[in-house]
């Protein structure tokens, strides 16, 4: 599976209205909740773990779990 360039989009999407919704104007409350119920950090962390979920999933369907588990350690360590 390739890089999904809409849901990067649409990721971006949400880190811009986050970003609007905690400025003080008065935009910032037409914008708090823009897809219904679903706030765009709900929105965002959503399709965070949606794509983490993707790009590993193949890592363990072609090398095995232990293998994803230890590629998620080193993403973890190497961006702390």
Same mark, same amino acid.
């Given at each position: 599976?390739?890089?999904q360039?809409?849901?990067? &989009?649409?990721?971006?999407?949400?880190? %811009?209205?986050?970003?609007?919704?905690?400025?003080?104007? &008065? !935009?910032?409350?037409?914008?708090?909740?823009? @897809?219904? !119920?679903v706030?765009? +950090?709900?929105? @965002? %962390? @959503?399709l965070?773990?949606?794509? %983490?979920?993707? %790009?590993?999933?193949?890592?363990?369907?072609?090398?095995?779990? +232990? +293998?994803?588990?230890? +590629?998620m350690?080193?993403?973890?360590?190497?961006?702390?």
């Amino acid at each position: 599976m390739g890089r999904q360039t809409e849901l990067d &989009w649409l990721r971006g999407l949400m880190l %811009v209205l986050m970003t609007i919704t905690h400025l003080p104007t &008065w !935009f910032s409350s037409h914008v708090g909740q823009p @897809f219904g !119920f679903v706030s765009a +950090a709900e929105g @965002f %962390v @959503f399709l965070s773990a949606y794509l %983490v979920g993707s %790009v590993y999933t193949g890592t363990a369907r072609r090398h095995g779990y +232990a +293998a994803m588990r230890h +590629a998620m350690r080193e993403r973890l360590h190497t961006e702390a």
